[in-house]
């Protein structure tokens, strides 16, 4: 079975700083697509970012980037110019491939509850 | 455009009640997903649809739990009786298919049974 770990309960940043929230997962599957999904206090579950695990080259999205580590099954995400509108839940999510009767639901972290301070 | 659709936002109600749960996928996409949100438990997945079908519904807890999709769409998710620790926020989503396609979520409805 996936499972997906968020370490960081909890991290704050000041406006215009960097942060990295990390995420690691466990899988025997090579094929499979990575997320970040932010969760503000509306609840609105909006993506940020996706990933896919066929692809070297790290998913970029204007201020969102991650890395992906995929010998390490690692995917941290980082958020350059933090603004107070990124204060949110961050959640990271796997999938696997749905070719060949897989299921494409998506298994989700615990969640990193990001602040941006002022 | 229109993303999902969800209904109500917020539901309290009773230990013992039937309570039912809405949702509007976006038009086109063909697959449905249910999840719970809790404290404890993070997101999970209830049950997801394709094509208005069934697919997996292992993470439905109980009998209680029911969920249909009568066309492309409208699905519902029902509880009967609803028990306090049903309490959580209920979200839809739906993907333009199951291939690895990217799934939208809806705002959430709140329950809180009491």
């Known amino acids: 079975a996936q499972t997906v770990t968020q370490s960081q309960p909890e991290m704050s940043v000041q406006e215009a700083e960097t942060v990295t929230l990390s995420c690691t997962y466990d899988t025997s599957e090579n094929n499979y697509y990575l997320f970040w999904y932010k969760q503000p206090p509306s609840r609105q579950m909006i993506l940020v970012i996706r990933q896919e695990a066929y692809k070297q080259q790290n998913a970029t999205e204007n201020r969102f980037s991650v890395n992906f580590q995929k010998a390490a099954k690692s995917f941290s995400l980082k958020i350059s110019d933090s603004q107070l509108g990124d204060t949110a839940m961050y959640f990271c999510?796997?999938?696997?491939?749905?070719?060949?009767?897989?299921?494409?639901?998506?298994?989700f972290g615990k969640g990193t509850k990001l602040s941006v301070k002022p | 455009d229109a993303g999902v659709i969800q209904s109500p936002r917020h539901e309290v109600t009773e230990m013992g009640q039937e309570v039912t749960l809405r949702c509007k996928p976006i038009?086109?996409?063909?697959?449905l997903f249910w999840y719970r949100q809790t404290m404890m438990r993070g997101l999970e997945l209830l049950i997801y649809?394709?094509?208005?079908?069934?697919?997996?519904d292992s993470g439905m807890p109980e009998d209680r739990f029911s969920a249909k999709m009568p066309n492309a769409s409208f699905s519902t998710l029902k509880i009967q009786p609803s028990e306090p620790r049903d309490s959580a926020v209920y979200f839809c989503?739906?993907?333009?298919?199951?291939?690895?396609?990217?799934?939208?979520f809806g705002p959430g409805t709140r329950l809180t049974v009491l």
């Open positions: 038009s086109g996409h063909n697959s």
């Open positions: 999510a796997f999938m696997k491939d749905p070719y060949g009767g897989s299921q494409g639901n998506l298994i």
């Open positions: 989503a739906s993907s333009f298919g199951l291939v690895s396609d990217t799934q939208y």
């Open positions: 649809f394709n094509n208005n079908v069934p697919i997996d």
